[in-house]
């Protein structure tokens, strides 16, 4: 039924709440039937390809933003005027933020260790290569609010000393690097980036493969060598990219710090449940009435989650 074409498996789309998903001419289109490739494939021989589908994203997002109306950036134009990097690695350990791409290494204590190691060179990395199955609470996010990671990344250049700046995304992610090339131009014009105004800072993306989404095996790609993880220690917060102190947390990470900064370690701290601390960004999919990713305290119930948030199966 399909004519002149020759589908063929490929690597997962992190489209897990919308599939089947399909990529045509580097273009995502999820919900994909028989029905519809054949819609998809006419218009694209006609030149008029088909608006690429959206999934359902994020949803119930309550406390991620920070701001009423607009006001991306402020948190940090307030700490480049009249703040203190070690007051604000202060906040990060009082409100208990760990990095939420899977290890929980405690922020505050990861961003004081880039802060104090010697070296007059620092990088930031965020890692957005999120390549885990049935993830993409990521994906989500840069959807929605690029500009919250965004000044995430900047607060901690800002904080450790880092004078570079570097956004490490799956190559997947086409719409979300569109998403964070508009947060990055906004940043530049309102004179946040380069030169004397703050760090210089890029996207690169990632050449693909489950592993490089480990820290190690992340730097060595961006050191242009093989996907693998390195012997640790040396450990990136002191000997990271190309040898420099290393600060690298998730997007996940950045996009909750200029809340709790503007709200108080203590807001963030009061969430949670059985002593959890805070709240996370959690993918669901497969049977359930609404996928997507929602927002829940640290401890929910994984019945809750699906039954209350998700609906039920």
Same mark, same amino acid.
């Given at each position: ?49 088909? $608006? ?14 920070? %701001? ?6 402020? +948190?940090?134009?307030?700490? $480049? $005027?009249?703040?203190?990097?070690? @007051?604000?690695?202060? @906040? ?30 620092? +990088?930031?990395?965020?890692? @957005? ?17 690029? @500009? ?37 131009? *906004?940043?530049?014009? =309102? =004179? ?17 493969? %489950? ?18 993880? $390195?012997? !640790?220690?040396? %450990?990136?917060?002191?000997? =990271? ?27 963030? *701290? ?9 709240? !996370?960004?959690?993918?669901?999919? =497969? ?8 927002? +829940? ?17």
């Amino acid at each position: 039924r399909l004519p002149g074409c020759r589908p063929r498996a490929c690597p997962c789309l992190g489209q897990c709440d919308a599939g089947p998903a399909l990529s045509l001419d580097g273009r995502i289109h999820t919900g994909a039937s028989e029905d519809s490739l054949i819609v998809l494939l006419a218009a694209h021989k006609t030149g008029r390809p088909r $608006r690429a589908s959206r999934p359902a994203g994020l949803r119930e997002s309550k406390n991620l933003f920070p %701001y009423r109306r607009g006001g991306a950036f402020h +948190v940090l134009k307030s700490l $480049r $005027r009249k703040g203190d990097p070690d @007051a604000v690695i202060a @906040a990060l350990k009082e409100s208990g933020l760990r990095g939420m791409g899977g290890a929980g290494f405690p922020a505050g204590a990861k961003w004081e260790i880039v802060r104090r190691a010697p070296g007059g060179e620092k +990088v930031v990395i965020c890692n @957005a290569d999120e390549s885990e199955p049935g993830a993409f609470k990521d994906r989500a996010l840069l959807d929605t609010h690029p @500009a919250l990671v965004l000044e995430g990344m900047l607060i901690a250049a800002w904080a450790v000393g880092a004078r570079r700046a570097i956004v490490y995304i799956r190559s997947e992610y086409a719409r979300q690097r569109r998403s964070l090339g508009r947060a990055l131009r *906004a940043a530049r014009e =309102g =004179g946040l980036l380069g030169g004397r105004k703050g760090p210089e800072a890029e996207i690169f993306v990632s050449p693909g493969g %489950y592993i490089c989404g480990e820290e190690t095996a992340l730097l060595e790609v961006l050191e242009d060598k093989r996907a693998q993880p $390195r012997d !640790k220690p040396p %450990y990136p917060g002191v000997e =990271g990219l190309f040898g420099r102190p290393t600060l690298i947390n998730n997007a996940e990470t950045f996009a909750l710090v200029p809340a709790i900064l503007r709200k108080g370690p203590g807001w963030y *701290a009061g969430f949670g449940r059985g002593g959890g601390r805070g709240f !996370k960004l959690l993918s669901i999919s =497969g049977p359930v009435r609404r996928p997507g990713v929602y927002e +829940v305290e640290l401890g929910t119930p994984i019945r809750a989650l699906i039954e209350e948030k998700a609906g039920g199966l």
